[in-house]
């Protein structure tokens, strides 16, 4: 069935290590990637996404890689603080008109002073 | 950030009652979702509406009735609910008509089922 996996579930890295995170999906017609980051007790944000016509996007300390192919991403977080520590949830858009938003299980991102 | 409220934040409820969760969006959207979210486990997708029309429905059993009377507004009436729905219920609203865009969460209500 659809859907998408992450890996790993909790990344404990120290501040000013780069964290990396991935994902693979299973449908193929999937073009929309999302990522997103939930600090505790607070709403998912998103901080960055990319599209299938891509294969790599950037935004300061964070970037994105999309191989089509291989149907994987990955999250990429250079130079990590201690606010980056949160969940960090992947999601791949499928379905007629892509409503339909997959989300992987979660990473749980730990940076230490 | 107050774009998009949910109320109530918090709400615990017997196995028989019957309550609604409410979510409002002031971004101008017209795309609202429904998402289930429980400890360890993924942000599970129940309903998503797009110009006041229900355009995915996955598989939500039917103690979960979903209303969207404009493109503002969305609920989710609850009966008769089980100790496993238990959980934080999230909204979300997206731009456009078409899918493939992000989304814009609330913060959730918090739903405990004695």
């Known amino acids: 069935g659809e859907n998408v996996e992450q890996h790993p579930s909790t990344l404990s890295v120290q501040e000013g290590d780069s964290a990396v995170i991935k994902c693979t999906y299973s449908?193929?017609?999937?073009?929309?990637f999302p990522w997103y980051k939930q600090e505790l007790g607070k709403r998912p944000q998103l901080i960055i996404d990319?599209?299938?016509?891509?294969g790599e996007k950037k935004d300061q300390r964070i970037a994105v890689t999309l191989n089509k192919t291989a149907k994987h991403f990955s999250l990429h977080i250079t130079e990590t603080q201690p606010e980056d520590s949160a969940v960090y949830f992947c999601?791949?858009?499928?379905?007629?008109?892509?409503?339909?938003?997959?989300f992987g299980a979660g990473t749980r991102l730990f940076v230490k002073a | 950030e107050t774009g998009v409220t949910q109320t109530p934040r918090h709400l615990v409820m017997g196995m028989t009652n019957k309550k609604s969760l409410k979510c409002e969006q002031h971004?101008?959207?017209?795309?609202m979702y429904w998402y289930k979210q429980s400890a360890k486990k993924p942000l599970e997708l129940m309903f998503v509406?797009?110009?006041?029309?229900?355009?995915e429905n996955n598989s939500v059993p039917s103690r979960f009735s979903p209303e969207c009377p404009n493109s503002s507004h969305l609920f989710l009436h609850l009966h008769t609910l089980q100790p496993e729905d238990s959980a934080l219920y999230l909204c979300?609203?997206?731009?456009?008509?078409?899918?493939?865009?992000?989304?814009?969460f609330g913060d959730g209500t918090r739903l405990s089922i004695l």
């Open positions: 979300a609203s997206s731009q456009g008509t078409g899918g493939n865009q992000p989304q814009h």
């Open positions: 449908d193929s017609a999937s073009n929309y």
């Open positions: 990319i599209r299938s016509n891509v």
């Open positions: 999601a791949a858009s499928i379905g007629v008109g892509g409503f339909k938003t997959i």
């Open positions: 971004l101008g959207h017209n795309a």
């Open positions: 509406y797009s110009l006041e029309e229900r355009v």
